[in-house]
């Protein structure tokens, strides 16, 4: 066995680098210390003291402040709001890729594009152009007004916004796997005596799946946290119509900074357990479309 | 085209296009509508007026700003981070890139509080910042550090996967041939990476003039220094100055526009297919 | 089950897929559909299947018109290249598909299922692996998954989209052979699509050769080898030589050279044609006799006997024949060439 070792190339083997598998291409030191260093500072540091103030505060003062009575209407809201829309979103996203996969129409490029809308505009800008739309003269607010139907500056209001916002990720999500389901797979269904409806409850919906629900946990994920495009149409009534990024500011204007934090604390843990969801549904829809 | 084993039939297809149409009707295309309608409502003189004014100017001047910081910080950090990631193997790597998509989960409110903990009066650095005279938090800089963070992942995100697909073969082949390392980068990665690259940078930059709950937390939202445009848009809604507040959204929905159309052209001209879904 | 098809038609957006194709499919018969990529023979297969509709002409089952049926009430069963199992689901409830998508009334009982795939499963050589994903399978594995859920819903009728096209070599005979017992020991009609010219004449009772959506020639594999009906044919099926000859009477000159044919080659042609012959219809001559004149450009051996690779005088082309062992002349030397079986089509070559 010794005399096998000394046979090895002795004193001209490279030493392998401590870290990293060996390679020939050069900057791994640069770039792999200036991102880790970038991501220190803007991201894990910053981050890190949400959870270390909070962590200061002593349990019971946690409790009371991340989960007042108040702050627990607002995450009833705000998770409430996203989970509808996601709903929501998750049925007419569908439908949305369907048309844009399945259908050739005239005009079927712009709505292409502007399904992304949503990633580009603006939250802000959303934000009045969405109350403006249901207020009691409102473009649309005048037909449901006499309906009896009150939008703006209710739930309902929180909803239609959200729905905006979170439409992209579930069209974004679906569209590239249902236009892997092959058409082969169809007509065999077909061919084996299937309806166009068992066709795609039982062939295409379950291929799909995953990546519908990776979008709508997507969806529901950004509608927890926004902000912009819905503290214009909620009407930001304690209890009532106050989400909970709004009551973290709220707090933040009367320099409650514990009161903050610890409601962000709870926002964090709330996103990233769904960023934790969202990883496994991405495997698991990635492990379905391999063949 | 599908034919009629695999297809639904006429009247199916007319009621899903027309729900579908329907919902971007709705959803989609009448918000982009009202704005323009509302900005245009008194008039193409109220509507300039309502731009060159004074304090929307100091906006647009300030957006651009923080823009012109945060898109390149995030270039660099960007494919820094990508060339680590695709170019070599190491322990961890989807940890790091886990951690790189990080901000996207978090609510832009909590983005912004982040940074007033550390920089703030009461914050870790906030008595070492006041002694030295030096103002982060409701001041640009603490803008543009909550700007990043919100941008923070876009680049890196695009062209992790498009790098991580083109593979290491061009960069070994032009270093055996003798390219130094930048060159290498120059003329062997560069050019595979350029439409992602500029799909990202798209993706960010809209992102970086629109934010509005991060900046909002950190801003002093005084008019002229601190405000940016989607802050001075809420500012002036608040004061029922509708055709000023949707004067300047109309620039910022253009924004949005023309961003969308380059995209688009991204994936035509060059069949790039964006690989993220920014947020 | 007897298949007819009447003057079918079908063009994609101009480009004419289909002629007007007439075909008649006896019960039990394995045929074969042959052809180049854009022959059509796909086309063909899908209408009689019922997953294309033909533009114009009809297709009868058992000589009831079924052409605007759709392929979800006909029963047939179809097997894709590609396999097209479902992904997500086992390989027994993919054989198991056809059965629980019944309607109540027309659905075997569950424990009746099972113990139906369960046979498909062992018939196909597949009876332990029910519970695995497609995507665990290999090629081979995969095709037969395919075999069996088309086979589930007991059709009288298969259709096989190249079916072994996908699979290596060795798989590939292997599954040939069992297939065509299968074929028999199940009293299927079957119909394949391949662009697999031994395939085609190693399975098929007949076969069909399609050349731009039209049929050159349906007959035996032995007929089509033997007397193909088209310089098409000859040319795609087996190996031929090809040469442009002028006929004058019962004259026949190529190369400004008189050659000497069999006479029944002849038969009432004039003018331009091509001269068709295998390297195995020809055999070496002397001078003196009316032979095409070669300079040979190779020799090899090929399975018993020997090739010889010749460059024709007056041409660029190349003739090939098959001698004996010790008859093969060297490289470099003058040769001539006589067919001993020929065809000869009109017109000037292609």
């Not at chain 1, 992209?168 to 236009?179: D, G, K, N, Q």
């Not at chain 2, 620039?251 to 035509?268: I, N």
């Not at chain 3, 590609?82 to 027994?92: E, P, Q, W």
């Amino acid at each position: 066995m010794t005399s096998l070792a000394a046979d090895g190339p002795r004193g001209r083997v490279r030493r392998r680098p401590l870290f990293r598998a060996p390679s020939i291409i050069p900057g791994f030191g640069l770039t792999f210390g200036l991102s880790l260093t970038w991501l220190c500072l803007i991201v894990l540091i910053p981050l890190s003291a949400v959870f270390i103030k909070t962590a200061g505060m002593g349990w019971q003062h946690f409790a009371d402040v991340a989960l007042s009575e108040r702050a627990i209407a607002a995450y009833r809201l705000s998770f409430g709001a996203s989970l509808g829309a996601a709903f929501i979103n998750a049925v007419f996203g569908l439908l949305i890729a369907w048309m844009l996969v399945r259908y050739d129409f005239p005009g079927k490029r712009v709505v292409n594009a502007l399904v992304d809308l949503p990633f580009a505009l603006p939250t802000a800008v959303a934000g009045i152009a969405f109350t403006t739309l249901y207020t009691a003269n409102g473009w649309i607010g005048r037909v449901l007004e006499p309906l009896g139907i009150q939008v703006a500056f209710t739930w309902v209001g929180v909803v239609i916004t959200l729905i905006f916002i979170g439409l992209p990720f579930v069209v974004r999500s679906v569209e590239p796997v249902l236009a892997d389901v092959s058409r082969d797979v169809e007509e065999a269904a077909a061919s084996l005596g299937a309806t166009r409806a068992q066709t795609f409850r039982r062939v295409i919906l379950p291929a799909i799946f995953p990546a519908l629900m990776t979008g709508f946990a997507m969806a529901f994920a950004r509608g927890v946290g926004e902000y912009g495009s819905v503290i214009f149409i909620a009407g930001n009534m304690p209890y009532r119509t106050e989400i909970a990024p709004l009551l973290i500011i709220t707090q933040l204007e009367q320099y409650d900074y514990q009161g903050a934090t610890g409601i962000a604390t709870v926002m964090l843990i709330a996103s990233f357990s769904l960023l934790l969801v969202i990883n496994l549904l991405q495997a698991w829809s990635r492990k379905r479309t391999v063949d | 085209m599908r034919n009629g084993a695999t297809s639904e039939s006429r009247l199916a297809r007319a009621v899903i296009m027309a729900i579908g149409l329907g919902f971007f009707g709705l959803f989609l295309l009448m918000p982009l509508l009202v704005v323009f309608a509302q900005a245009l409502a008194g008039g193409i003189g109220a509507y300039l007026d309502a731009i060159v004014e004074p304090d929307a100017l100091a906006a647009i001047r300030l957006t651009l700003l923080v823009a012109a910081i945060s898109v390149p910080a995030n270039i660099v950090f960007g494919i820094a981070a990508a060339w680590a990631i695709t170019k070599f193997d190491f322990p961890g790597k989807s940890i790091l890139i886990t951690f790189i998509d990080l901000p996207f989960s978090v609510s832009p409110v909590v983005s912004g509080l982040i940074y007033v903990l550390l920089f703030g009066a009461q914050g870790w650095l906030g008595p070492w910042l006041a002694e030295h005279d030096i103002q982060i938090i409701f001041a640009v800089p603490g803008m543009v550090l909550a700007t990043i963070f919100v941008t923070f992942p876009f680049v890196a995100r695009e062209l992790i996967p498009l790098m991580a697909e083109q593979g290491r073969d061009d960069e070994e082949a032009a270093l055996s041939l003798g390219a130094t390392g930048w060159q290498t980068f120059w003329h062997a990665t560069l050019p595979n990476i350029r439409w992602g690259l500029l799909y990202g940078v798209l993706l960010c930059n809209a992102r970086a003039m629109g934010e509005f709950g991060a900046v909002s937390v950190v801003s002093g939202h005084i008019r002229g220094e601190t405000n940016t445009m989607p802050l001075h848009v809420e500012i002036l809604y608040n004061e029922y100055n509708f055709i000023a507040a949707f004067a300047v959204a109309s620039l910022l929905a253009l924004l949005a526009l023309v961003t969308l159309v380059l995209k688009s052209l991204l994936e035509w001209r060059y069949d790039y297919h964006g690989k993220g879904t920014g947020h | 089950m007897s298949i007819r098809l009447d003057t079918i038609g079908k063009s994609f957006g101009g480009f004419t897929a289909l002629g007007d194709i007439n075909l008649e499919i006896e019960p039990g018969e394995f045929l074969a559909l042959l052809g180049p990529s854009g022959s059509g023979k796909t086309t063909l297969l899908r209408i009689v299947a019922g997953l294309e509709f033909p533009d114009h002409g009809r297709v009868f089952y058992d000589g009831e018109d079924i052409t605007d049926l759709k392929v979800a009430d006909r029963g047939v069963g179809f097997v894709f290249q590609h396999y097209a199992l479902f992904r997500h689901m086992t390989v027994a409830d993919n054989v198991a598909f056809g059965l629980t998508i019944r309607k109540r009334r027309d659905r075997p009982a569950k424990a009746e299922i099972r113990d139906r795939v369960q046979k498909l499963l062992d018939l196909v050589q597949l009876g332990q692996l029910g519970n695995r994903y497609p995507a665990q399978l290999s090629g081979g594995q995969r095709q037969r998954v395919a075999l069996a859920r088309a086979l589930a819903i007991e059709p009288r009728l298969l259709l096989l989209d190249e079916p072994f096209g996908a699979l290596d070599a060795r798989v590939r005979k292997d599954l040939r052979r069992w297939l065509r017992e299968l074929h028999d020991r199940m009293g299927l009609t079957s119909i394949f699509v391949t662009h697999d010219q031994d395939e085609a004449l190693e399975l098929a009772d007949r076969v069909v050769v399609m050349d731009h959506g039209v049929i050159e020639q349906v007959a035996t594999p032995q007929q089509i080898y033997d007397e193909p009906a088209s310089a098409f044919v000859f040319d795609f099926v087996g190996e031929s030589n090809q040469v442009p000859v002028t006929v004058d009477g019962d004259r026949v000159i190529a190369f400004d050279r008189l050659l000497d044919v069999p006479p029944a080659t002849l038969a009432g042609m004039g003018g331009a044609a091509r001269l068709f012959f295998r390297p195995h219809d020809a055999e070496i001559v002397g001078e003196g006799a009316n032979g095409l004149a070669a300079t040979v450009t190779l020799v090899r051996p090929n399975s018993g006997s020997m090739r010889v690779e010749g460059k024709l005088e007056g041409s660029d082309r190349l003739v090939e024949i098959d001698v004996a062992q010790g008859a093969a002349p060297g490289q470099g030397e003058r040769i001539f060439v006589r067919p001993t079986r020929a065809k000869l089509y009109a017109g000037t070559a292609g």
